[in-house]
């Protein structure tokens, strides 16, 4: 029985606490809200109170403390040590560079002729003064300066019958100097006859004696003469003989093939010939070399000429 009304007893109590508290809760639900500082003046009047803080509890006490910021260390000032740096050894000057290789100086000289005033004087038309062509130039002979002195002329017969060769001075002749290939005029009179006319100047020819012929030793046919150095080497044959419209000899074409190279024809400078009395006959001597020879620019008939000669360092003479 005790039991049982101690047990009624706590339940009292019990309910009692609770309606205390249901009614403490409803007087704070539905009674008027609290004024604010702006409804009431003495609210802001009163000063503010701050509630010290609670001592943080176990677990945050037991938290690690962070540990106060480090100050810099004063940085000291030191002076830098001087740095030796090795003085670079002195290096050796390069070799130069090897020095190129002289050109070797030329062989051959050159010198063009114009189409227009140049022309091979072999099987060039012969005529009277009225334009009647008489015969064909096959030869001109020259004296120890090189000046023409004589040309050798086939005079046509008919029909290649009767034909004859003549020689005439070769001032009797006139060059057309307007067209190459004019036929070389013969002065002679209307009715005169060409054989004649060669006896005439035979006569008449300075340093001769009357009736003198061509063949004498002071003068030099060229056509097929033999073209040589001075120790006696061959160099060729002469073929043609190169001339102006003025009638002046400007090279002389040699034949410089042979048997084993190919046939070939080289225009030698008028300069770089000369005559030489040689077992009472003139010959026709040559400087150019073997080298020269087949430097030399070919000839070709009724093509751009260039004559050749023995380059100035060669020969020590200046050349055209």
Same mark, same amino acid.
């Given at each position: 029985?005790?039991?049982? +009304? ?12 609770l309606s205390l508290a249901t009614l403490a809760g409803c007087s704070t639900w539905f009674g008027p809200p609290p004024p604010t500082p702006a409804q009431d003046p003495e609210l802001n009047a009163m000063p503010l109170e701050i509630e010290p803080a609670e001592p943080a509890s /176990? ?36 070799p130069p560079p090897p020095a190129k290789p002289a050109a070797p100086p030329p062989l051959i000289a050159t010198r063009a002729l114009a189409a227009d005033d140049i022309h091979g004087l072999l099987d060039t038309r012969v005529q009277r003064p009225d334009g009647k062509v008489i015969?064909?130039?096959?030869? #001109? ?8 002195? /004589? #040309?050798? *002329? ?16 070769? +001032? ?5 100097? =307007?067209?190459?290939?004019? &036929?070389?005029?013969? +002065? ?14 035979? /006569?008449?020819? &300075? ?34 003989? %190169?001339?102006? =419209? ?6 002389? *074409?040699?034949?410089?093939?042979? %048997? ?21 006959? %003139?010959? %026709?001597? =040559? ?5 020269? *020879? ?27």
């Amino acid at each position: 029985m005790s039991d049982g +009304s101690s047990r009624q007893r706590l339940a009292g109590r019990v309910f009692l606490v609770l309606s205390l508290a249901t009614l403490a809760g409803c007087s704070t639900w539905f009674g008027p809200p609290p004024p604010t500082p702006a409804q009431d003046p003495e609210l802001n009047a009163m000063p503010l109170e701050i509630e010290p803080a609670e001592p943080a509890s /176990e677990p945050a006490a037991s938290a690690p403390v962070a540990a106060p910021p480090r100050e810099a260390p004063e940085h000291k000032h030191v002076t830098p040590k001087p740095v030796y740096h090795p003085r670079p050894k002195p290096q050796p000057a390069p070799p130069p560079p090897p020095a190129k290789p002289a050109a070797p100086p030329p062989l051959i000289a050159t010198r063009a002729l114009a189409a227009d005033d140049i022309h091979g004087l072999l099987d060039t038309r012969v005529q009277r003064p009225d334009g009647k062509v008489i015969g064909r130039a096959i030869d #001109m002979f020259v004296d120890a300066a090189g000046k023409p002195r /004589e #040309m050798l *002329v086939n005079l046509a017969g008919f029909l290649g019958i009767g034909d004859r060769k003549m020689h005439f001075p070769w +001032s009797d002749f006139r060059f057309d100097p =307007t067209h190459r290939n004019a &036929p070389i005029t013969l +002065s002679i009179g209307p009715n005169e006859a060409p054989a004649a006319a060669a006896a005439k100047g035979k /006569e008449n020819a &300075p340093g001769k004696p009357a009736g003198a012929g061509a063949n004498d030793a002071h003068l030099l046919g060229l056509i097929d003469a033999t073209a040589e150095r001075a120790n006696g080497t061959r160099v060729g044959r002469v073929v043609d003989v %190169l001339i102006d =419209t003025h009638g002046e000899p400007q090279a002389a *074409v040699v034949d410089v093939g042979s %048997l084993i190279h190919e046939r070939r024809s080289i225009a030698a400078d008028w300069s770089a010939v000369k005559f030489v009395q040689k077992d009472d006959t %003139l010959s %026709l001597q =040559t400087d150019l070399s073997d080298a020269q *020879v087949n430097a030399a620019p070919p000839y070709a008939p009724n093509q751009p000429v260039r004559t050749v000669a023995p380059a100035a360092a060669s020969t020590g003479q200046p050349t055209r």
